[in-house]
C-alpha cells in the first residue's frame, strides 16, 4: 500500500520563527493640541483633502501594519499595472521604507547565515550589498549568456542548484527581477512557469522583484508572477514573493516605499512584524493612499509612463544603432543593454573595465559595466534613458557617435 | 561645571606619600653609624623605590604613564581597590586609568567590512557623476549620468496631481527634479540634521553643540539601535542593559543581528539605580558564559523606571567603559519628556565637558522624535556619535530605514519654528509633571507607591501587595486581571526583566486629568478583590 508522504512546507529561517516579543508602545498625547495648533497656523504644513484623517490619527499612527487606505491603494495599482490580471489582497501587503528595505527584509526571513540564495546573471549590482551584508545570506549565480538572449534556462537552475550543494551551501531561493534589470526585458510565461516547478521540486521560495512592472512599454508584454499563480488557482503560492516599490514607475524614490507581497501567511506576519525596523511614515502613506486611489490618475499616469518610455527607448535604440552599436532587445524598464564587445580588444573583464574607464574619463558618459553586474560576456553595458532630457540623451549620443567613429579611424589606421 | 573629582584624588595621593615617608624615617635611624650617612641615604631611597614600585603595581598614580593596552586588562581586574562606596570607587578607576582608554573603542567586524567597502566600478561611476554632473548651460563637459536608473520622465503628471490635490504643502514646494522625489542621501538632508541638533539642544535646556555632521537619521529609534548594535558588536557578542529595560529592546538588539543582552538587575531597594558592583557582576557573569561584553546599553531617562541618571553616575559608567574596553549607547528619547525637580545630564554633555580625559569613540547617543515631540508616526530616531569609524558604517547601513523626504520636509519646517518648539517643550513638561503628581497620587490612596520618577511619561508602580504569589505568576495573573477586568493595560515587570515581581510600568500618556480617577477607581475595584482572596 502507497504511503501518501506529506509534502514538507517551504522553510523560513531562524530569525522568522524565534519569539517576537509583544508591542508595549507608550506615546503622548497630553500635549497633542499644541501641535494641532501650530499646525493650523502654519499652511506649510500640508492638509489632508480627506478631513476624516485627521492630523492626530495621523500623527500617532505607527501601526507597522501600515494604513488600511494605503495597502488598499498600493494593491489596486499593482493590479492595474498587470492589467487586472491578476488580483492584489491589501492584507498581503507588507510595507518598507523603500525597496531596499524589503529585499533585505525578506532575506533575513527566507534564509539563515550562510544559505544562498539563486539570481540569474546579470543582475542588479545593489542586491551584492542589500542581500548580504546584514543577513550573512549568499548569492550563487544562475549563469546566463547572449547566445539565448540572457534568458534563464533549466540547464543553467539545475547548474546553479547543484554547485550551491556539491559545495554543501543550502538554497533558500530563487529570485528573479522581471522585468529584468540590467538586461530592460520582460520574462516571459512559459519560462516563469518552468521557474516555479524547478522551485516547487527543490521546495525553496521563489523571489520575482517586479518593481519595473509599471515601466514596461506595453501593458500586454508583461506577464506577472501573479497572473501565473492566479490561472493555476493559486498551487504552490505559499513559496513565491512579490517585490514593488514607488521609486522606478513613479518616479519617487525620495519618498522610500516599499512593498513585500506574499503567499505565504506565516511570512506575511513575520515580514510585518519585522517592518518596525523600516517603517513608512504614515504621513508619507497618506499623501500616497490619496495619490494612488485616485483611479483616473493612476490609468492616466500609467499609459502616459509608458508612452513616454517607450519613446525613449526607440530614440537611444536608433542612435546607437546609428553609431553601429547592438542592444539587446528590451521592452521595459528604464535602460538598455548594449552590446560593446566588439570593441574589446580581448574579450575579458579588464578590457571591458578600460573601456569603461575611457567612456566615462574621455567621454564623460557614465554607464554600467556588465561585470558589476556579474554578466558572465565582457562587454555588455547598461545605459540608462529616463533620468534626462531629450536634448541630453541626443547630446549623449552624439558623444557616443563620435568615440565610435574615433575608435573605427584608430583601427583602421592600426 | 566644578569637578569634584579632581580634589579628592590629590588627597588621597598625598596620602600615599605620607605612606612612604612614614617608613623611610625610622630606618635613617637604624642605620646612622658606620657608613651610615651613604648607607642611611640609599637604603631608604632604595626602599622607598621599592615601595613605590609595589604601590604602583597595585594601583599606580596620577603621574604614571598610561599602561599598555594589552597588560592593562589582566593588571586591572586583578588589583581593584577595596569597595568602599560608588562615590570612592570612581576615583580609584580614575587613578587606574589617568588619561585616555585602556584601547581604542573597537567596532565590530561587520562595520569594519561596510566602512572600508571599496566601491566597484558601478558605484564609482555614479559618484562620479554626481561629482561632476553635465549641465548644458554651465557644465557641458560634465559627466552625463546613464548609470542611475531613475525615472523623471513623467514626474509632471504627478506634479499636477500634488498641486490639485494637496493645499500649499511643503511637498508641493520642492517636487522638482532635484527636489523630494530624486534620490538622496540616505542617513538624511544634511538641512533636516542641523535643525535636529539644534532642537536636541533644546531639549537639553542648555547651550550644547550638537554636531549635524555626527548626525545620522533614521526611521525611529527602534532602526537606530539596531544599526548600532551592528555596528558596535558580533554575533555571539553582548551589550550589558540595566534591568528593568523596555521590552523592545530585546526585539531591537537582538533579534537579527546575534546579540545577546546580558541585564544588570537593579533593585528597589537601590531606588532601581545602576550600581557598579552590579555592572562588575554582569560583567564577569557574561565573560564566564563565554559572551564577549561590546558595550552598555542604557536608557536615560530610563525606562520603565523613569530616573535619571546624576553626573557620578554617568562618570562611573565611562570609566567602567574605559577600564572594560568597551562601548556606551545612551538611550535620550525621553529627554524632552523630563519633569520635576532633578537635572537632567546628557552624555554628550560629560563628552563635551571632559575632553580629552574620556575615549569620545566609545560614546554614542539615540534620540528620536516619536517620544518628546509625540510624533511617532513622523518617526524619526538618530544616532549621534563621536566615532568615525561607527558613523560611516551607520551611513551605509541608514539605506534599511530611511526617512522619507516629504516627512523631512515637514519636519525641517516645524523644527525651525524655534519659539514654537521651546514653548512646546516647556508646556509639555508641566502637562507631564502635572499627570504624573495625580496619577501617582491616585496610586498612593490605594496603598500602591511609586519609584520616585523624574522623567518619561509613566510611573512605575509597585503592586506586589495585590498579587496572590510573589512570583512572576502571580504578577502576570495580576496583569491579566488588569486588562481583562480592570481594562487597564499596564506592563508587567516581568516583561522588563525585572528581578523584583509585583512592579509595572503605568503609562499616563494617552489620558486626560479626567481620566485619571476612572483609572483609578478600576484599578481599586481590583485590588479589593486581590485582598478579599487573600
Known sequence: MAIEIEKPSVGLSKVAVSETHGEFHHILQVSFDLLEEYLEKHSEATKWENKSCGFRKNALFQDYHGLQSFRKAMASFMEQIRGGRAKFNPERVVLTAGATAANELLTFILADPGDALLIPTPYYPGFDRDLRWRTGVKILPIKCDSSNKFEITPEALEAAYNEAESMNIKVRGVLITNPSNPLGSTVKRSLLEEILEFATRKNIHLISDEIYSGSAFSCTEFVSISEVLEARGYKDAERVHVFYSLSKDLGLPGFRVGTIYSYNDKVVTTARRMSSFTLISSQTQQLLASMLSDKEFTQNYIKINRERLRKRYEIIIDGLKKAGIKCLKGNAGLFCWMNLSPLLEKPTKEHELDLWKSILHEVKLNISPGSSCHCSEPGWFRVCFANMSEQTLEFALRRINDFMERRKCMRSTT | ?534
Open chain 2, 1 to 534: 561645571m566644578k569637578k569634584t573629582r579632581n580634589s579628592t584624588t590629590t588627597t588621597t595621593g598625598g596620602g600615599r606619600a605620607t605612606t612612604a615617608m612614614r617608613v623611610i624615617v625610622p630606618l635613617q635611624g637604624i642605620v646612622q653609624g658606620r657608613g651610615g650617612l651613604f648607607l642611611g641615604s640609599v637604603i631608604p631611597c632604595a626602599l622607598f623605590y621599592f615601595l613605590q614600585l609595589y604601590l604602583k603595581g597595585r594601583g599606580g598614580s596620577k603621574s604614571d604613564e598610561p599602561p599598555a593596552p594589552t597588560e592593562t586588562e589582566s593588571s586591572l581586574s586583578e588589583t581593584h581597590l577595596p569597595e568602599v562606596s560608588t562615590l570612592q570607587r570612581v576615583h580609584s578607576r580614575l587613578l587606574l586609568s589617568p588619561r585616555g582608554s585602556s584601547g581604542p573603542a573597537q567596532v565590530s567586524s561587520r562595520a569594519n567590512a561596510i566602512a572600508k567597502q571599496a566601491d566597484g566600478p558601478y558605484f564609482l561611476g555614479l559618484k562620479q557623476a554626481a561629482d561632476d554632473p553635465y549641465d548644458e548651460m554651465n557644465n557641458p563637459d560634465g559627466v552625463i549620468q546613464l548609470g542611475l536608473a531613475e525615472n523623471r520622465l513623467s514626474l509632471d503628471v504627478v506634479q499636477e496631481w500634488l498641486a490639485d490635490n494637496t493645499r500649499e504643502s511643503i511637498i508641493c514646494q520642492d517636487l522638482s527634479i532635484s527636489g523630494i522625489a530624486a534620490y538622496q542621501s540616505f542617513d538624511g538632508l544634511l538641512e533636516l540634521k542641523v535643525v535636529v541638533a539644534g532642537f536636541m539642544s533644546q531639549v537639553i535646556e542648555k547651550p550644547m553643540f550638537f554636531n549635524p555632521a555626527q548626525i545620522v537619521l533614521t526611521a525611529g529609534a527602534t532602526p537606530a539601535i539596531e544599526i548600532l548594535s551592528f555596528c558596535l558588536a558580533d554575533p555571539g557578542n553582548a551589550f550589558l542593559a540595566p534591568s528593568p529595560y523596555y521590552p523592545d529592546l530585546d526585539r531591537d538588539v537582538k533579534s537579527r543581528t546575534g546579540v545577546e543582552i546580558v541585564p544588570v538587575p537593579c533593585r528597589s531597594s537601590d531606588n532601581f539605580s545602576l550600581s557598579t558592583t552590579a555592572l562588575d557582576r554582569a560583567f564577569n557573569q557574561a565573560k564566564k558564559r563565554g559572551l564577549k561584553v561590546r558595550g552598555i546599553i542604557i536608557s536615560n531617562p530610563s525606562t520603565p523606571v523613569g530616573i535619571l541618571y546624576n553626573r557620578e553616575m554617568l562618570y562611573s559608567l565611562l570609566d567602567f567603559a574605559n577600564e572594560k574596553n568597551i562601548h556606551i549607547i545612551s538611550n535620550e528619547v525621553f529627554a524632552g519628556s523630563t519633569h520635576g525637580s532633578e537635572e537632567f545630564v546628557s552624555m554628550a554633555e560629560i563628552i563635551n565637558t571632559e575632553g580629552e580625559d574620556f575615549d569620545r569613540n566609545r560614546v554614542h547617543i539615540v534620540y528620536g522624535l516619536s517620544k518628546d515631540v509625540s510624533l511617532p508616526g513622523f518617526g524619526i530616531g538618530v544616532i549621534y556619535t563621536f566615532n568615525k569609524n561607527v558613523l560611516s558604517a551607520a551611513k551605509e547601513l541608514s539605506r534599511f530605514s530611511p526617512v522619507s523626504a516629504p516627512t523631512q520636509h515637514l519636519l525641517i519646517s516645524m523644527l525651525s519654528h524655534t519659539k514654537f518648539i521651546q514653548r512646546f517643550i516647556k508646556i509639555n513638561r508641566e502637562r507631564v509633571r502635572r499627570m504624573y503628581i495625580l496619577f501617582v497620587g491616585g496610586l498612593k490612596q490605594l496603598g500602591i507607591e511609586c519609584t520616585k520618577s523624574y522623567g518619561g511619561f509613566y510611573c512605575w508602580a509597585n503592586m506586589s501587595s495585590l498579587i496572590r504569589s510573589y512570583s512572576e505568576k502571580g504578577e502576570l495573573e495580576l496583569w491579566e486581571n488588569l486588562l481583562n477586568v480592570a481594562k487597564v493595560n499596564a506592563t508587567p515587570g516581568s516583561s522588563c526583566h525585572c528581578v523584583e515581581p509585583g512592579w509595572f510600568q503605568l503609562c499616563f500618556s494617552t489620558l486626560r486629568e479626567k481620566d485619571i480617577p476612572v483609572v483609578i477607581e478600576r484599578i481599586r475595584r481590583i485590588s479589593e478583590t486581590c485582598i478579599s482572596r487573600s
